[in-house]
């Protein structure tokens, strides 16, 4: 009994693992593609801000703090980084995501639902 519920246990957590990585794995080159969505509201070159911050450097850097960019509201107090789970989490739904994070509303209603979409974009961005 003991060893089939540690076989069920492994088995689950193996799971989870593969499935975590996949996601995590992006192709940058098709994040590219995707991230034309974007362009209308953030470039990733960095200090041109338009509607939305640059998102040049995201990766790593805290919430609420792209240089030059003024209009933040629901990131103004932000205490955490951007990494690829909090990214997975704003590109899903980032209206839901944020009040769930922190309590505060985001401007922000555009939402990429593909899982392999949104890893992608989060590649792309890692690369710029």
């Keep these: 009994m003991l060893i089939r519920g540690f076989m069920t246990f492994s088995l689950i957590l193996l799971t989870s693992l593969y499935a975590n990585t ?8 098709k994040g ?16 041109k801000n338009k509607t939305g911050p640059s998102l040049a450097g995201i990766v790593g850097r805290t919430a609420g ?4 960019y003024k209009k933040y509201k ?13 990214l997975d989490g704003w590109l899903k739904n980032p209206k839901k995501w944020l009040k769930a994070k922190n309590g505060n509303k985001s401007k922000m ?4 639902k593909k899982a392999t979409d949104r890893a ?9």
Excluded at 74 to 86: F, V
């Design 120 to 128: 992608n974009v989060i590649a792309y961005l890692k690369s710029k």
């Design 65 to 68: 703090t792209a240089p030059g």
């Design 74 to 86: 629901g990131l103004k107090k932000a205490d955490w980084k951007w990494n690829e789970e909090n």
């Design 32 to 47: 590219k593609k995707v991230f034309k969505k974007c362009k209308a509201c953030h470039a990733v070159k960095a200090g």
């Design 22 to 29: 996949a996601s995590a794995g992006g192709d940058a080159a």
């Design 109 to 112: 209603v555009y939402k990429l």
